[in-house]
């Protein structure tokens, strides 16, 4: 059930809807949002959402009160006018027919009232006259004439076709020079110059425009900014190379004059880069100066990084990091490919042919250091006037394709000092603190030859420390008809010296020898252990030839012997010519064998020369002499004594 509310409004005149003059009292129905007569219910008949037979009052004319009663009907427009003419538009503006306005036509506040929308615009809008527009929006723009004019395409391309000319906001000027423009896409001026008639005004670059980069001129120097760069640089200061920092693309061509680079701040992180791809060179400097430098750095403010740094990543088979080319038949010999100046002197070089000289410091201090690798001198001498040679871990190598003798030589005169040191400093090392291999298998070659004029010992071998190991060690392989130690040479010596000699003055231990030999192959007839030769003429007959043996110590409380001879097997001593001579007494304990030359026959009464004959003597025996004769079938037959004078025998007898 409708609501009404209290909100009467009474109307004085003639009710048309009953036709009596009366005064009618209408009420407000809320839920319905109509007037009706005050008691009167609300019809259910519904035209467009108003209640059939109300009455709706409009005051919004200004010059009075109209009012229209809906009647239900389904004419070109339900609301019927209640005033004298009885038509006119209704509020919807719907049925409008041809309009004629002859009055401005103004908007109830200014700003608020929109012209259409972009759901339901308007088609064409002709105007004979000038349209004053806050903003225009389109898509597509003509102006001027039917020739000449400037155009915006639908795809935003802005033209100016024919002879068109604009004027701005002063004569010859596109736009306002004393506000900032903005202009989004691409102008292309193909005939035409671009000019900006005005000093100092910027032409800005970037998202940011002119705080991102921008180009001016100021009445006398043009100016570019970036903000990688950070300062305005004017044209002067890029062709003077006062203050900046350029960023060539393309060649870089310095036709006469230098190159001059002052960095007066620490740039580490600036980098230059060349992108070449094909032959030639990135960086080509040619010039004619003859004397000076093609290219002077000066970095006297550096102290860590380097002055020049090169890297790369890899260098193919026939590249260099650094390549220095010149025609040796143009190098003077005193010129160099390489010279480091120390502010006195050079201190090192890299001259004609490769000659490189290192002044180093003092004598002892590091002036080449190679951590690891080879030293290899394929042909040449590696000479040391003054300084050492010392590899914490490498090697020496030596390896020449001719006969050449390699050589270390030392020639400092009054020299103390040892010609070669060689020096295993590490005590738990186990290999050989030199080693001498000569891998001729054929041919005279020898292992080791020296030769000593002076008169130290040619071969000094010397125990640092009390030890258990060899002395001197040759693991001979089988040795042919050779000697595996042979010492010779026209040596005279003097009282007390030999050719070799073996001196101790420790206490021998019990089994322990001087001087041992040992031999445990199957050795042939006529082999030797030792052998002793000597076969020149002797003017002195008082002392030994060949061997001499002296034991001068202290008598022991046991019985020591000077040379003491054990053959278990064969016999102990041969002496196969000369004779015997003891001054002290002989002790055989197993007694005396004495043998003659069983090719003579003795007589049955024998004489001195039958004796003679029979012991190979050619005249009478030594005083003491002793022996057995024996007959011819090897029968003892007499033992024989001599003193030098005669001789006496007695027959002797077999035991039974």
Not at 88 to 100: D, E, F, K, Q
Not at 152 to 173: F, Y
Not at 290 to 295: A, H, N, R
Request: proline share 1%; glycine share 14%; with cysteine.
């Amino acid at each position: 059930m409708s609501k009404i509310l209290n909100r009467a409004l009474v109307i004085g005149g003639e009710n048309r809807i009953v036709g009596t003059p009366a005064i009618t009292v209408l009420e407000y129905d809320l839920s319905n949002n109509v007037y009706r007569a005050k008691g009167a219910t609300v019809p259910t008949d519904d035209d467009n959402g108003y209640a059939v037979g109300c009455i709706f009052i409009d005051t919004s004319g200004g010059a009075g009160v109209t009012a229209y009663v809906n009647e239900g009907t389904v004419a070109d427009c339900d609301f019927n006018s209640l005033n004298a003419s009885g038509s006119g538009a209704n509020t919807t503006l719907s049925n409008l027919g041809t309009v004629a306005i002859n009055k401005d036509l103004d908007p109830g506040a200014d700003g608020t009232i929109d012209l259409g929308n972009t759901g339901k615009e308007y088609k064409d809008i002709w105007i004979d006259g000038v349209a004053y527009l806050d903003s225009v929006m389109g898509d597509v723009a003509e102006l001027g004439g039917a020739t000449n004019y400037i155009k915006v395409a639908d795809a935003g391309v802005l033209t100016m076709e024919g002879t068109a000319t604009i004027d701005g906001v002063a004569s010859g000027l596109l736009v306002d020079s004393s506000a900032a423009e903005v202009i989004t896409g691409g102008w292309d001026f193909t005939t035409a110059d671009v000019e900006i008639k005005a000093d100092s005004i910027k032409l800005g670059f970037g998202t940011a425009g002119v705080s991102d980069s921008y180009v001016l001129f100021d009445g006398t120097s043009l100016t570019f900014y970036d903000t990688e760069v950070g300062s305005a640089k004017t044209l002067n200061d890029l062709l003077t190379g006062t203050s900046l920092n350029p960023s060539v693309q393309g060649d870089l061509t310095i036709s006469d004059g230098k190159f001059n680079w002052t960095d007066a701040v620490n740039e580490i992180a600036g980098t230059w880069s060349f992108a070449h791809a094909g032959a030639g060179s990135d960086i080509d400097i040619a010039t004619s100066a003859t004397t000076g430098e093609c290219i002077h750095i000066v970095a006297d403010s550096i102290t860590t990084g380097q002055v020049i740094d090169i890297e790369t990543d890899g260098i193919g088979a026939a590249g260099a990091l650094v390549y220095l080319d010149i025609t040796v038949a143009g190098m003077d010999a005193s010129g160099n490919f390489i010279e480091c100046f120390n502010g006195a002197a050079d201190v090192f070089e890299v001259g004609k042919y490769g000659a490189v000289t290192i002044a180093g410091n003092a004598s002892g201090t590091d002036a080449l250091t190679l951590n690891t690798g080879d030293i290899k001198v394929t042909s040449g001498l590696v000479e040391l006037t003054l300084g050492n040679v010392l590899l914490t871990d490498g090697k020496i190598e030596v390896d020449v394709d001719s006969d050449l003798t390699t050589y270390i030589k030392k020639g400092f005169a009054g020299s103390a000092g040892v010609v070669l040191e060689v020096e295993n400093t590490n005590a738990t090392g186990t290999g050989y603190a030199m080693l001498i291999t000569q891998a001729a298998s054929s041919g005279a070659s020898g292992g080791l030859s020296i030769t000593n004029k002076g008169t130290s010992p040619i071969l000094s071998l010397a125990a640092g420390a009390a030890r258990t190991g060899y002395g001197l060690h040759i693991p001979a392989a089988d040795q042919l008809a050779e000697k595996l130690i042979l010492v010779n040479g026209a040596f005279t010596g003097a009282v007390d010296e030999g050719m070799v000699e073996l001196s101790s003055t420790g206490v021998l231990a019990a089994g322990a020898n001087l001087l041992r030999v040992v031999s445990s192959g199957a050795n042939t007839a006529e082999s030797y252990a030792v052998e002793i030769t000597t076969s020149g003429a002797y003017t002195d007959s008082t002392g030994g030839a060949s061997l001499r043996i002296d034991h001068t110590g202290t008598a022991a409380s046991g019985t020591v012997y000077a040379a003491y001879i054990n053959s278990t097997e064969d016999e102990a001593l041969h002496i196969a010519a000369g004779e015997v001579l003891v001054d002290e007494y002989l002790t055989a304990t197993l007694g005396v064998v004495t043998d003659y030359d069983d090719s003579q026959d003795l007589a049955a009464t024998p004489t001195n020369a039958n004796f003679d004959a029979c012991f190979g003597v050619t005249s009478l025996g030594k005083a003491g002499f002793m022996g057995i004769a024996k007959d011819s079938g090897g029968t003892p037959v007499y033992f024989v004594t001599s003193d030098g004078t005669d001789w006496w025998y007695a027959a002797v007898t077999k035991a039974e």
